[in-house]
């Protein structure tokens, strides 16, 4: 929109029209309120509104997040209040005219969403957010229980502003580092805040040996274009955005892959805006890595072992987000305490001064988060495992007693 962008483009302002053949016409219309920026494009065919396409304004039963720019400066009840005036707006198209939006299913780059299309009057109908009758009950709705943001939204933004450099470029550099010298970097360096150690196997490789200090991720094999589950918990295409909850903007990156898949792993974390960040990627994948490299296994455990587990003095963590912990229906195991997964690195310290020596089971909602969450742990000497299928099963296992749902455990500060 407008001159936000600071590479060569064409500014697009509300009205601005491309005509694409007899009587069919693009039109911009200025929808801020996701970012500042936000331009949803409306297409008529000889003067008839019949379809929109609103990016991460409106989404199908939902809405772009708010606090896109809160580093920045810019509240989110701002935002807010721009998001509403841009929902006043689309509103005077007709009921009919169909909304194509940029997601569907569930994403932490907005609130609600289903999958596929949906028309202006169905929004109107069935759409919390699209029904606000102000800014301020907007902001309470779409804040609510809201993931948090991953930390590299904000280098997101700052390549979107600036431009990425051609993906070409990228695919000719790819780090490569030598077996030794990863080895010495990962002893070195597991345990500082500021870097980490990815390996991208499937997690089944993963649990049966990995390199101590490094945490699970897993590439997939796909195109990287599916959408998160409505569970959080498919990561099938979405290492970068796995990668971006956990790590800071300014990461140093180390990556650890598959035989051959070195540069596929590099060219996704361009994608990014995150090859920067990468200082080595193992060359020849992790069967290179020497012996000097101290390997680990991990073992997980059942849901319906889970409650014998805490019984005999383990320490539960739920590294869900807090919505989800607090889910009026779903609840979560009495007795766990909360950290969400973006947050559990930064908290291991004070959980191993509060809980000297103990044993942590780790689960989430299907046992994604998880496994990296322990192998987090690891990395920092705690002994920890996690359960398989994670609290999709481990609520078949439970009694109602044995529910709970509210912030009943705090870790100490």
Known sequence: HGDLAEFGHCPVVEGDRLALGSGVVLEAMETPGHTQGC???????????????????????????????????????????????????LKSLPDDVVVHPAHGGVAPSGKGGKKGASTIGEEKEGNKMFQCA??????????KGQPLLPSYYTT????????????ARAAAAVPLMAPEAFATALKNSATDPGTLFVDTREAPEFHQE?????????MGTNDGLHELSAELESHEGMFNLWLGRIAPADVRLYVITDPGRERDAFLRLARAGLDTNVRGVLDGGFPSAPKSAARVSHDRVKAS?????????????DVREVGEFTHPKAGHLKGAYNIPFPKLRGA??????????????????????????????????????????GYALIKK?????????????KIEA
């Not at 997101?156 to 993906?167: E, H, M, S, T, Y």
């Open 39 to 89: 331009v949803s494009w409306v297409l008529s065919e000889d003067g008839k509104p019949l379809r929109l396409f609103s990016g991460d304004t409106l989404w199908h039963g939902g809405a772009g997040r708010v606090d896109l720019h809160a580093h920045e400066g810019v509240p989110a009840e701002a935002q807010a209040a721009a998001l509403h005036q841009s929902f006043t707006k």
């Open 134 to 143: 102000s800014a301020e009950d907007l902001i309470r709705i779409i804040t």
């Open 156 to 167: 997101c933004l700052r390549v979107n502003k600036q431009g990425p450099p051609p993906l």
């Open 210 to 218: 990995f390199l101590l200090g490094s945490v699970n991720i897993p």
């Open 305 to 317: 072992e889970l409650v014998k587990a805490q019984e005999d003095g383990a320490v539960v963590l």
């Open 348 to 389: 291991i310290p004070q959980l191993k001064a509060q809980f000297p020596g103990k044993k942590f089971v780790v689960y989430c909602a299907g046992g994604f988060r998880s496994t990296t969450a322990a192998a987090m742990l690891h990395a920092h000497g705690v002994t920890a495992t996690d359960v398989d299928g």
């Open 397 to 409: 296992e439970l009694s109602e007693e044995q529910k709970a749902f509210d912030m009943d455990l």
